[in-house]
């Protein structure tokens, strides 16, 4: 894969980003803006927040506060005038801008599949970005795609994450997006995967339909994940107590590699959770060959060096993840 470098970015420096969050405040509690974010965010120091506030990249309810020590109450609420303001804060944080990390290039030769005045279907590659992001913004295949097409209205119409590559469908009109968005969300189009797991999957044990098919239907859901630097959640295969969605995939072995100990299999899905077949296939005890984060019950592994890889190499954002087919 080629990767995009700063010159071909047209700017070394994209238009930074806004962090938004919504605090309620509660009576009795009297929380100042430093300590709000030094408590919810702790990827930086506290000294750290002091100096962005201070330098005028915190914004409260749309108003600039450079003072640290603002008190997050219910009474410094009826400083602002909009309605909206009345019983919340809306507290935005306004990262300056940075340089993006390479990505592979979008290569109109080689990645469009097909296209007409409605939809597009493009071949993801691994590591590529689908949207913005906090840490992306013009290295995206949103940006490389509405540049492209001259077209602002383009947008996908599914997700991939950004380590799993094949094919993905866009809308090029508003009309296009909205029958699409209707049959994705009926499950009148179907998406099927290739997939390289680890381990060799055998018949015995497991159920099997009429297609040769296996279900799995684990549930998903949000788990604490304190390695985060944000929102210290991710997405899991859920136990106990824990609130997870119904979720199902069908599994089919297409080959075995018992040198390799690999299976090569066919997955589709019935459900769309976010890393869906990345976790079913963990939980099943195959996790996907490159996977560096969910291991054996769908569980992310707990290991900081771990989830740094996972975020931040281009290299380990490649899991053996395959879109085959979209009907």
């Known amino acids: 894969d080629e990767y995009r470098t700063e010159e071909e970015t047209g700017s070394k420096l994209n238009n930074g980003y806004e962090f938004t969050n919504i605090y309620i405040p509660e009576k009795n509690k009297n929380l100042n803006l430093i300590d709000y974010y030094a408590q919810k965010f702790d990827h930086s120091s506290k000294e750290e ?38 019983k919340h804060f809306k507290i935005s944080y306004h990262r300056p801008p940075w340089i993006e990390k390479s990505v592979p290039l979008f290569q109109p030769n080689h990645d469009i599949i097909y296209q007409d005045d409605q939809i597009i279907v493009i071949h993801k590659r691994p590591g590529q970005p689908v949207m913005c992001s906090g840490s992306y913004q013009d290295h995206t295949l949103l940006t490389m795609l509405q540049n492209h097409f001259h077209n602002q209205n383009i947008a996908p119409m599914h997700r991939l994450g950004r380590g799993t590559s094949g094919l ?103 459900t769309g959770r976010p890393h869906q077949i990345r976790i079913h296939m963990a939980y099943l005890g195959f996790p996907l060959v490159g996977d560096p984060l969910y291991t054996f019950g769908g569980r992310p592994k707990i290991s900081t060096e771990t989830l740094k890889l996972s975020k931040n190499n ?3 954002n490649k899991t053996a993840l395959y879109v085959i087919k979209v009907v």
Request: hydrophobic share 35%.
């Open 314 to 316: 281009n290299n380990n």
């Open 168 to 270: 993905l469908v866009w809308g090029r009109t508003e009309t296009a997006k909205k029958l699409l968005a209707r049959q994705f969300q009926d499950r009148k189009i179907k998406k099927v995967y290739l997939a390289l797991v680890s381990g060799v999957i055998r018949r015995e044990g497991l159920e099997w339909n009429e297609e040769e098919e296996h279900r799995i239907d684990a549930k998903i859901g949000e788990i604490e994940y304190e390695q985060l630097k944000f929102n210290k959640s991710l997405f899991a295969a859920v136990e106990g107590n824990e609130k997870g969605k119904d979720s199902v995939s069908w599994v089919k072995v297409l080959r075995t590699d018992e040198k390799n100990n690999t299976s090569l299999v066919e997955v589709r899905i019935e």
């Open 49 to 86: 927040w002091k100096e962005k506030i201070i330098n005028g990249q915190v914004f409260v309810n749309s108003s600039l506060i450079t003072d640290p020590q603002f008190l997050l109450t219910i009474g410094n609420l009826s400083q602002f005038p909009s309605s909206d303001s009345k």
